[in-house]
């Protein structure tokens, strides 16, 4: 009997330890069959360089960041910048479709209009553009439609207000130079409101058209030619790819700026009065966010600039050798020394 029970034990014990390797065999198997968790991808089609575009990439980064989105960890972003030719964004929106990005986010109306024309259904987020309801873009800002949605960079009376700014600077001021691109909807649109304002104002308007990098000095030297006493630079998809240039050759003449985007009086611009970029951007990770939790860009509003800021260069200033009026200096969100 003694001998019976051993082999019983000894038989108990094999089952059990069979029985275990079964269970922790099936339990590993289940474990690595169940599919892995799908990280976000974000297409971002900038329309100039990795440098001029930073601000706007880390602004957008940390609004992703305090929603939960980290770059390289549980999200990842791929860049695409067309370094000012716009001729490339087409082919740079196919690019990250095949890479089956889940949104495509866009920088100004030639990006926005490439992404829109290429897919109907990967949700399209717009960081900024101008004038989307105008230039075909979306149905409305309240009812956007199809598969984009986003912010616009557009608020009533800017082109006005940036040349009030402009001849309140400099003493005289009646002859204005506007470099656009013809090549940019979003441009022309601007130009055409900045001739209105300036109209308004009682001066006169030069226009100076720059296509690429090679018109930029031609079109300073027409400028300084014609005796035009300030300059305004109109935004176009592809400037901040040869701002620099624009900013040292209009230094060179001491001619005063007034930008459209903050980080060209950064650079050495003279003024800026617009929106708040970097806030813009921000507010596009929410629209991210959104979508990727769910949501379809149709029935997203597309919102418009709620931060606004004038920006001096002072530096600038003094290097042009122009005294910017006390009252002017006054009304600035932040002065550059």
């Known amino acids: 009997m003694r001998v019976v029970r051993s082999q019983w034990s000894v038989v108990g014990k094999s089952v059990f330890y069979f029985a275990l390797c079964v269970m922790l065999f099936a339990l590993s198997y289940y474990a690595s069959?169940?599919?892995?968790?799908?990280?976000?991808?974000?297409?971002?089609?900038?329309?100039?360089?990795?440098?001029?575009?930073?601000?706007g990439n880390d602004a957008f980064k940390q609004g992703l960041h305090e929603l939960g989105h980290v770059e390289g960890q549980n999200i990842v972003i791929e860049y695409r910048y067309a370094e000012g030719k716009l001729d490339r964004l087409p082919a740079l929106v196919a690019e990250l479709a095949r890479l089956k990005v889940d949104v495509i986010v866009v920088q100004g109306t030639e990006p926005a209009l490439a992404a829109k024309q290429y897919t109907s259904t990967i949700p399209i987020v717009m960081a900024h553009v101008g004038d989307p309801v105008g230039r075909g873009i979306i149905a409305s800002l309240a009812r956007p439609g199809g598969n984009i949605t986003g912010l616009t960079s557009a608020s009533p009376d800017l082109s006005g207000k940036r040349l009030e700014l402009l001849k309140e600077t400099v003493p005289g001021l009646s002859r204005v130079g506007v470099l656009w691109n013809p090549a940019s909807q979003g441009a022309t649109a601007n130009f055409k409101e900045t001739e209105a304002s300036a109209r308004t104002l009682g001066m006169n308007v030069q226009s100076l058209e720059v296509r690429s990098s090679n018109d930029v000095e031609s079109a300073l030297k027409a400028a300084t030619g014609k005796r035009a006493h300030g300059l305004i630079v109109v935004e176009f998809a592809g400037l901040s790819a040869y701002s620099r240039r624009i900013v040292e050759l209009a230094t060179k003449s001491r001619l005063p700026t007034m930008f459209a985007q903050g980080a060209h009086v950064e650079s050495g611009g003279l003024m800026y009065y617009g929106p708040n970029f970097p806030d813009l951007y921000r507010r596009a990770a929410t629209y991210v966010d959104k979508i990727l939790k769910g949501a379809k860009p149709a029935d997203l509003p597309v919102e418009q600039p709620k931060k606004f800021e004038f920006v001096v260069n002072l530096k600038t200033a003094k290097q042009i050798g122009l005294t910017i009026p006390p009252n002017v200096l006054a009304r600035a969100d932040k002065v550059i020394r």
């Open 33 to 55: 069959a169940q599919p892995e968790k799908k990280v976000p991808r974000i297409g971002m089609v900038l329309s100039g360089t990795l440098a001029s575009d930073r601000s």
